[in-house]
């Protein structure tokens, strides 16, 4: 009946205070306001929104290079991140009180002196000119109508003008100024307060206005921030109005004088300072990455496809990138701004930006899945092309990882790898040889060039490569009848599985719907007819580097949350894919194309032989051309690094980039090794055991 009796008649206080209406009510005594006994009304603590008690309002996100220190970009919905009280200038902490609240430190939650005092000015002047919230009633509107686990009707009614709400807040303000120190109630509301221009607490609204720390704000600096808090919508100097701005600031400073925080000369200098703006802008998603580095948006943007990926981060797509948003995090990515920068540099030297033919790349971490590199001649951009392509030179499509409108490209002979495992796993050694004819005729059904007859007959490159070779001498030159006829001998199945466990993903609905159902009939698939992205296949090779350890690629080294608790998502995912002595076997073969030397001796030829002189230190890798040399790869490794780079024309597959152009792409790949391992050992290749090399083993299994 209390309680009862106490809601009814402050509900008809606030009422005159919001409205000025003169209700039956109105004329109770103060003296009685004063003895109601005013936190009977309080709520209980333990009974007040979570996200009073315990979560903090939206923060936003800061993605940095690998060095924890050079920002990519952040991510946000509201421009804001908290910031400790003792990060706060001393006269910003005085000035905002002197604005919103000057006896913040004298009442409770609930100021009764400012409520009979607007109470009494709002029914004399007929409508409302006064109100009565306290810093820790605004701190709990504030709260409410951000809280993104609230309807939007909820939220809305956190600041809807009526009497419920009032009260709403007082009980709310009553029980958190129980729990919680006046200091800790300050830098609650600084780190949420709204002060205009997009910028949501004092670290945002300082870099915005002024382009610096809240610790080092001047007297002038502070005053104009606490006076835009009022109405932050139009007060603000960049985008409102600067004069009702400055009228705010000799508000404040003339409440500084008078509660004699701030002797009058110095309020008197600070308010004969002239408005000295130095905005700035936090960058926000992917587009906005420094215009000096355009290049780290398509880093960017797949990190963000990874995000949404992550199960830790909420149920679906939507929820993980509302997340990211809102969460806080701190987040250091794998990318090496050094890396990238020569990797961009020797992309360039590939094909100019001008050039509507591109030469993606990646470059990965055999051990972790890091991924130190992506570069691609191509500008992140949304902005219209003027030659009417959709990828040149603006695009925002992923070029070097695929997805969405990008399936990749055709990867040619790299594919190979994948049969040869495949052949290492079944039991089939390095020396298992073959008297490879300039074509064969394979039982696998085809139609169209490759056909002879309804079965798929593929030739060699050249005759200078037809005859006897086993594993080695294949994978080093390229022997495409050796390959359709190991791919017959250990099935195309097994070797579409091969790619499937080491990463290679199916985007392209053809591929998808062969690797499901037809994966047995499949043998082009040795020839890499399948379309890929570098990123795909420079970590399938970085799976034979590190041993068959395959590790899902990975765009961060470390991720922390609002609070500074680490996150278990930003750890490598990796699992043995491989039996250790296969993979090194089929790393073993793999030295043949690139000019190094097998530990058995086995190579005799190569596509790029220059490499591994131009390294200077134990490589491997392969070359990959498609039909009529419209894609070309190269994807080089050693046990630290793996690199991959594919030359295609996105916007039609069939603009042929030419054989000529491998020779540049390994040189480019081999800069890019050169550089990576600059401050890495020597390290060399595990060799294989002599039984995988020459006899047969049987069956291996590296599921």
């Known amino acids: 009946m209390i309680r009862a009796h106490l809601d009814k008649v402050l509900t008809v206080l606030i009422a005159g205070v919001l409205a000025g209406l003169v209700l039956a009510g109105a004329a109770l005594p103060v003296a009685l306001v004063f003895g109601i006994g005013f936190s009977a009304l309080s709520t209980p603590y333990s009974e007040l929104p979570n996200t009073l008690r315990t979560s903090p309002p939206a923060q936003r996100s800061n993605l940095y290079a690998n060095d924890g220190t050079t920002l990519i970009t952040s991510f946000y919905q509201e421009d804001r991140v908290d910031v400790p009280l003792r990060e706060v200038a001393p006269v910003m902490r005085q000035a905002i009180v002197a604005a919103e609240d000057t006896r913040f430190y004298q009442h409770r939650g609930v100021d009764l002196r400012g409520v009979a005092r607007a109470f009494t000015v709002n029914q004399r002047d007929g409508e409302t000119r006064q109100g009565a919230s306290t810093l820790t009633m605004q701190y709990v509107r504030n709260v409410l109508s951000s809280d993104p686990r609230l309807s939007a009707a909820q939220r809305q009614a956190a600041t809807e003008v009526s009497a419920a709400r009032k009260v709403q807040e007082m009980r709310y303000a009553l029980a958190l100024e129980r729990e919680l120190d006046k200091e800790e109630i300050l830098t609650r509301y600084l ?3 709204y002060f205009g221009a997009g910028a949501y607490g004092i670290a945002a609204a300082s870099k915005r206005f002024f382009s610096k720390a809240p610790a080092d704000l001047t007297l002038s600096e502070a005053a104009l921030l606490a006076g835009l808090v009022r109405s932050p919508h139009t ?3 960049i985008n409102g109005d600067a004069n009702a701005a400055l009228g705010r600031r000799s508000y404040v400073l003339q409440r500084l004088v008078e509660s004699g925080q701030v002797p009058p000369e110095q ?4 308010n004969a300072e002239p408005l000295k703006l130095r905005p700035s802008e936090t960058p926000n998603d992917c587009t906005a990455v420094p215009a000096e580095h355009k290049d780290w948006g398509f880093f960017c943007d797949w990190f963000t496809r990874w995000w949404s990926s992550q199960h830790a981060f909420g149920a679906t797509a939507d929820q993980r990138q509302q997340t990211l948003r809102r969460g806080g995090f701190s987040i250091v990515s794998s990318l090496d701004p050094a890396v990238q920068r020569t990797t961009v540099e020797q992309v360039l030297r590939i094909y100019p930006t001008s050039d509507r033919r591109a030469a993606p790349t990646a470059v990965v971490q055999p051990g972790t899945g890091r991924v130190l590199a992506m570069a691609v001649n191509r500008v992140y951009s949304v902005a219209e092309n003027p030659d009417g392509q959709k990828n040149h030179p603006n695009t925002v499509n992923q070029l070097v990882a695929g997805g969405g409108a990008i399936n990749g490209y055709q990867g040619g002979s790299t594919f190979k790898l994948f049969t040869m495992l495949a052949a290492l796993e079944s039991g089939l050694p390095l020396r298992t040889e073959y008297d490879a004819p300039g074509r064969l005729i394979t039982g696998y059904p085809a139609t169209g060039p490759a056909s002879c007859d309804g079965h798929w007959c593929p030739q060699n490159s050249s005759s200078s490569v037809d005859g006897r070779h086993d594993m080695w001498s294949a994978f080093g030159n390229s022997v495409n009848t050796y390959f359709a006829w190991l791919i017959e001998r250990v099935g195309a199945d097994r070797a579409v599985e091969m790619a499937e466990r080491l990463g290679i993903v199916f985007r392209a609905q ?7 159902s037809g994966a047995k009939e499949w043998g082009p698939f040795t020839l890499g007819v399948s379309a890929t992205t570098p990123l795909d296949l420079a970590n399938a090779y970085a799976t034979v580097a590190a041993e068959g350890t ?13 609070s500074g608790r680490p996150v278990e998502a930003a ?5 043995q894919a491989l039996d250790t002595d296969v993979a090194r076997a089929a790393a073993d073969a793999a030295r043949c194309p690139v000019g190094d030397q097998s530990m058995y001796n086995g190579c005799d030829g190569g596509t790029v032989e220059g490499l591994r002189e131009q390294l200077g230190r134990p490589v ?3 070359t990959g051309s498609s039909e009529r040399y419209e894609t070309e790869t190269v994807v080089a490794f050693t046990p630290q690094l793996a690199v991959a780079s594919m030359a295609a024309n996105p916007d039609d597959p069939r603009d042929a980039v030419g054989q000529a152009v491998q020779a540049q792409m390994a040189r480019a790949v081999g800069e890019v090794l050169s550089f990576g391992l600059r401050d890495q050992p020597v390290r060399d290749f595990v060799p294989p055991s002599e039984r995988i090399a020459y006899e047969f ?4 299994n590296g599921n």
């Open 571 to 575: 750890q490598p995912a990796c699992r």
């Open 550 to 562: 395959w590790c899902a690629p990975l765009p961060v080294v470390s991720i922390t949350d609002s």
């Open 235 to 237: 007060d603000e100097p």
């Open 697 to 700: 083993t049987g069956p291996r």
């Open 510 to 516: 053809s591929d998808a719907r062969l690797a499901e």
């Open 620 to 622: 491997a890798g392969k």
């Open 191 to 193: 780190n949420i307060a």
């Open 267 to 270: 309020a008197a200098r600070a």
